[in-house]
């Protein structure tokens, strides 16, 4: 009748994790069923429908919003995962050198320094660089967030890395091929899968963001958070719930590519 | 370093040393170009907008916004006391000081709560079968890569007065009039426990995955209880990832800007809110920038007690 005595069991700790799932999804999940819902409100159900979803659709504002977000996403994972890929070749499997911790901590500033800081100091600069040169423009948008989508990047690709042995490289290399012969048949092909890691991160931190977008941006720069809050400040429609389960979609795609992705590493 | 190049290589010892300095030299070569670009953009667009933020928090504000190339203390003196505009007598300026002391004290509560409820949770995710660890991680760390506003928005909407909850009480007559937790103290609580909790839970599992469990059995072996176990044995040997993960959470808890100021409403403001209106409404950037080099003093205060107790535990990532 006696159970097994169990040396991991403390008492409740069961019930708190599971609680814990259910309040990190019990309001996105209401979010999300009441963006089906055929009403005004996002509490009482009545039918279910995909009127909001169309209305979003229609929305000329949350358009453009979208068109600007994903522009920027695009332009800023792109470089941010070119410049990660670079700078992790750079920063591992190799001994220790001079000034080798130096750049791994600039490149993990922006993950150091709270958001808001960041947002202030970057608004402060290039309201200094327009008022000297009159440039505006979405370029300014695009600098800040492959800033901040560089240390997303690297950790995977930097991950990859370090787990991929020399070897093959070397066999490579006594096989009488050059080093960039070594790195685009070698190193290259097995690095893509921590390549694309990195760029699904770098792409969902800069679809998400607000903090900095919203201090950055110029006028017509309405990215789709932007447009969410925005929203949200004039009162909470199912509308936006339609929009934000798009949104949530978008990320929990990329991010369900990033896991696939890491899972083949370790298998 | 470099050896002269009229010393031709005459020992094969010598042209092995030769070669093998030439390619160190290539090495060195191919890693400053890998790493120029990453640096050179993280370093004009990262860190030098910190020295301007450093240099605006010394000059006056301009009348419309920006700044006026004056050298004035102004910002700081702003900050912790108020000048009287009739006698010219210096006091503490509680507004500020209450809002500053606001969010330590709001984000250390969410940091505590978040760890309550943290522990236990990534204890059990240790203590599963391996395939079933992945699937739990999996769970508790996607809602961290979600939208954080939108997060932030569906918590409001659970909340507020007509939200589910207080509909739900009111139904089974618990209630009859709804509890108001909107624009409290109470729900940027609750907002910054729901947003950062993920970040309690990966350091805390990375540290208890490592234990070993035959340490708890020597416990158990000398009659321990199961509080005794846990307090004795298993909470000291997870401290690195306790450490770490307070960190994880009240450093953004700190700066935290959304919840605030969707779940305070704008009137329970914390210190980032008050950094964001004077890039605003309020329209003084000096002040703005004094405050926001504030925080980051604390900020880097937490980091510095993260990098001398806790960075031998798991790094976040």
Redesign the interface.
């Known amino acids: 009748m006696a159970k097994r005595?169990d040396?991991?069991?403390?008492?409740?700790?069961?019930e708190?994790?599971w609680?814990?799932?259910f309040?990190?999804?019990?309001?996105?999940l209401?979010?999300v069923v009441?963006s089906f819902n055929d009403n005004r409100s996002?509490?009482k159900w009545t039918e279910f429908s995909l009127r909001w979803y169309y209305e979003a659709f229609d929305n000329d504002g949350i358009r453009a919003a979208t068109a600007i977000s994903l522009k920027l996403a695009f332009v800023s994972a792109f470089?941010g995962t070119?410049?990660?890929t670079?700078?992790a070749?750079?920063?591992t499997r190799?001994k220790p050198?001079k000034g080798m911790y130096l750049?791994y901590a600039?490149?993990n500033?922006?993950l150091?320094?709270?958001?808001?800081?960041?947002?202030?100091?970057?608004?402060?600069?290039f309201?200094?660089i327009k008022?000297l040169t009159g440039v505006t423009g979405i370029g300014y948008l695009m600098?800040?967030h492959?800033?901040?989508t560089?240390p997303f990047a690297y950790?995977p690709i930097r991950a990859r890395l370090e787990d991929m042995t020399l070897t093959l490289e070397q066999a490579a290399a006594d096989l009488y091929a050059p080093p960039t012969k070594v790195f685009w048949k070698v190193t290259f092909p097995l690095l893509i899968p921590g390549i694309v890691a990195g760029a699904m991160?770098a792409f969902?931190v800069s679809l998400?963001d607000?903090?900095i977008t919203?201090?950055v941006a110029g006028p017509g720069e309405t990215t789709l958070?932007i447009f969410?809050?925005g929203a949200?400040r004039r009162g909470?429609t199912p509308e936006?719930n339609a929009v934000?389960t798009i949104?949530?979609v978008a990320?929990?795609v990329f991010?369900a590519i990033f896991?696939l992705v890491q899972k083949k590493r370790t298998k | 370093m470099v050896a002269p190049a009229d010393i031709s290589p005459t020992s094969d010892s010598q042209k092995l040393a030769r070669a093998r300095q030439i390619d160190a030299r290539r090495?060195?070569n191919?890693?400053?170009?890998?790493?120029l670009?990453?640096?050179v953009?993280?370093?004009l667009?990262?860190?030098?907008?910190?020295s301007?933020?450093l240099v605006?928090s010394f000059l006056k504000p301009g009348s419309y916004g920006?700044v006026e190339w004056v050298f004035s203390l102004d910002a700081y003196v702003q900050f912790f006391v108020e000048r009287d505009i009739f006698d010219d007598t210096l006091s503490p300026n509680w507004a500020y000081i209450s809002i500053f002391s606001r969010s330590i004290g709001l984000s250390f509560g969410a940091t505590l709560g978040a760890l309550i409820?943290?522990f236990?949770?990534a204890?059990?995710?240790a203590?599963k079968p391996a395939h079933q660890r992945n699937f739990?991680l999996?769970?508790?760390t996607?809602?961290f890569?979600?939208?954080?506003?939108?997060?932030t928005?569906?918590?409001?909407?659970?909340i507020r007065d007509?939200?589910?909850i207080n509909?739900a009480l009111m139904n089974a007559g618990i209630i009859d009039k709804p509890i108001s937790i909107l624009y409290t103290d109470t729900a940027v609580f609750i907002g910054l426990i729901?947003s950062y909790?993920?970040f309690m839970?990966l350091p805390l599992y990375a540290s208890l995955e490592k234990l070993d469990?035959r340490l708890?059995?020597a416990a158990?072996d000398l009659y321990a209880s199961?509080f005794k176990v846990?307090t004795k044995i298993?909470l000291p040997l997870a401290k690195p990832g306790i450490v770490a993960g307070c960190i994880l959470v009240f450093?953004?808890g700190?700066?935290a800007?959304?919840t605030p100021e969707?779940l305070g409403g704008g009137k329970k403001l914390m210190i980032?809110n008050l950094?964001?209106i004077?890039?605003g409404s309020s329209r003084n950037?000096p002040f703005?920038?004094a405050a926001?080099?504030i925080?980051?003093a604390v900020?880097m205060l937490a980091?510095l007690l993260y990098v001398r107790h806790g960075a031998k535990g798991a790094r976040h990532?």
């Open positions: 005595f040396l991991r069991r403390q008492t409740g700790f069961s708190i994790a609680f814990c799932l309040a990190l999804y019990a309001p996105i209401m979010l009441f996002v509490v470089f070119i410049f990660a670079m700078a070749l750079a920063t190799t050198y750049a600039v490149i500033q922006p150091m320094i709270p958001e808001i800081v960041t947002a202030i100091a970057s608004l402060s600069l309201a200094l008022q600098l800040a492959t800033v901040f560089i950790m991160l969902v998400d607000v903090i919203l201090m958070p969410i809050l949200i909470i936006i934000s949104l949530l990320s929990i991010v896991f | 090495k060195r191919t890693r400053l170009y890998l790493l670009p990453g640096l953009i993280i370093g667009f990262g860190l030098m907008p910190l301007i933020t605006y920006g409820l943290g236990p949770t204890y059990y995710i203590s739990w999996f769970l508790i996607l809602p890569w979600t939208n954080l506003l939108i997060r928005y569906a918590m409001l909407i659970i007509q939200g589910v509909l729901y909790l993920p839970v469990l708890i059995e158990y199961r846990l298993i450093i953004p700190l700066g800007y959304i969707l980032g950094i964001a004077q890039f950037w703005g920038s926001a080099l925080l980051m900020v980091l990532g």
